[in-house]
Structure formats: structure tokens, C-alpha cells
T-cell receptor, first 113, second 116 residues
Framework: AQSVTQPDIHITVSEGASLELRCNYSYGATPYLFWYVQSPGQGLQLLLKYFSGDTLVQGIKGFEAEFKRSQSSFNLRKPSVHWSDAAEYFCASESGGSYIPTFGRGTSLIVHP | NAGVTQTPKFRVLKTGQSMTLLCAQDMNHEYMYWYRQDPGMGLRLIHYSVGEGTTAKGEVPDGYNVSRLKKQNFLLGLESAAPSQTSVYFC???????????????FGPGTRLTVT
């Protein structure tokens, strides 16, 4: 069975600092990978996705993620965090032929002024 | 487009009462999902549907029933609410993919349910 691990429950950064949120997946073949963001009181919104090809993918709001097969990772990065980035971030994976994504438990990002 | 909408936004139930949560999407998506979100647990799939008239169980289906009579609507029912069902419920939809990569999920704003 697939699993997605987000090792950090909370991450605190200062505004303007860089950010990296970790995500590890467990699946034999290359999965389809997603990052979602959930602002307080809202549903989830897609930030970016990786299916194949270039392992560095760009998303909305200045986020990017890099797929590393050797490390089974799909970490999310942003060079300079804004206070409005404070939210919950979820990594998800889905295998080909499955209708169901597997979500990580989420990482809560706190941004200090 | 309204996207994915959920009704109601908030609800308080007494133990043993029943209710139905409505999810509607206007994107002509084939797949629809119901999740519950609890602190520290992430999203857990309750039921899902891959097309009109079809439903399937997810990770935590007990105590819930669903119906997909129309393509655009996915209903989640609680027959006899329990305090353990206090949660935030999210509906999501995605387009069909007969071959190739899956589409991303589009989420509704959530329903906050409290069972006392």
C-alpha cells in the first residue's frame, strides 16, 4: 500500500526566509505527486503536481518542488516566505490506475514577522 | 463556475440524530470523494464515487452512507450521529482519466459538524 510521510508537523519560519517542506512517498513505481495548501477555514487548493519529465516543477504562489527518485522525496520549496503563506500543506501521491490519492498528515507552516 | 460547493457550512447534531451533507460540482467531473479531517490525522477518505450511480468505501466508511444519483451531486448521510463523527467534512471532485495521469482534486470549503 502507498504511504506518504510528512515528517514535520509544524514548521516555523521568519517572513522573508526560505522554506522547505519535506515529503516522502512509498511506492514501487513512480507515483503521481501533488502538493496542496489549506488556508484556515478553507478547503485544499492545488499548488503543483508532478507526473513525469523535468523533476523540478513550478507551481502557484512562487512555490516549486523537486522530485528525487533516489530519495523517494518530493519536497516543497519557496525562496522567500510571505506572511500570507501561513497555512497547512499536504503532500499527496496517486498510483496509475488508482482513483484514490494518498495524503500525508500535513505540515502546519507558521510565519513570524 | 462555482466549483465545488457544500451544504451546510456548519451543523450541530445531538447523538442519534441523522443528517445529510450535500456536495455539488459544476465541472462535469466523474469522480467525487468525501473526506473527514481531524486534528493530527490529515484527510481520511470516507467514500468515493467514480461515476453516477456508483459508490465505494474508503478508509473510514463506518457510520456513513453515500449516494450519487446525479453526476453533479454526492450526498453523505449520517444515520445515527455519534460524538466520534465530530469533524470537518470535505468533498472533492476530479475529472476522469481512462488512461494517463490523474487529475488534481478540487475541494469544497468544508462542513464543520459537531455531535453533542
Amino acid at each position: 500500500a502507498q504511504s506518504v510521510t510528512q515528517p514535520d508537523i509544524h514548521i516555523t519560519v521568519s517572513e522573508g526566509a526560505s522554506l522547505e517542506l519535506r515529503c516522502n512517498y512509498s511506492y514501487g513505481a513512480t507515483p503521481y505527486l501533488f502538493w496542496y495548501v489549506q488556508s484556515p477555514g478553507q478547503g485544499l487548493q492545488l499548488l503543483l503536481k508532478y507526473f513525469s519529465g523535468d523533476t523540478l516543477v513550478q507551481g502557484i504562489k512562487g512555490f516549486e518542488a523537486e522530485f528525487k527518485r533516489s530519495q523517494s522525496s518530493f519536497n516543497l520549496r519557496k525562496p522567500s516566505v510571505h506572511w500570507s503563506d501561513a497555512a497547512e500543506y499536504f503532500c499527496a501521491s496517486e498510483s496509475g490506475g488508482s482513483y484514490i490519492p494518498t495524503f500525508g498528515r500535513g505540515t502546519s507552516l507558521i510565519v513570524h514577522p | 463556475n462555482a466549483g465545488v460547493t457544500q451544504t451546510p457550512k456548519f451543523r450541530v447534531l445531538k447523538t442519534g440524530q441523522s443528517m445529510t451533507l450535500l456536495c455539488a460540482q459544476d465541472m462535469n467531473h466523474e469522480y467525487m470523494y468525501w473526506y473527514r479531517q481531524d486534528p493530527g490525522m490529515g484527510l481520511r477518505l470516507i467514500h468515493y464515487s467514480v461515476g453516477e450511480g456508483t459508490t465505494a468505501k474508503g478508509e473510514v466508511p463506518d457510520g456513513y452512507n453515500v449516494s450519487r444519483l446525479k453526476k453533479q451531486n454526492f450526498l453523505l448521510g449520517l444515520e445515527s450521529a455519534a460524538p466520534s463523527q465530530t469533524s470537518v467534512y470535505f468533498c472533492a471532485s476530479s475529472y476522469s482519466r481512462l488512461a494517463g495521469p490523474p487529475g488534481e482534486q478540487y475541494f469544497g470549503p468544508g462542513t464543520r459538524l459537531t455531535v453533542t
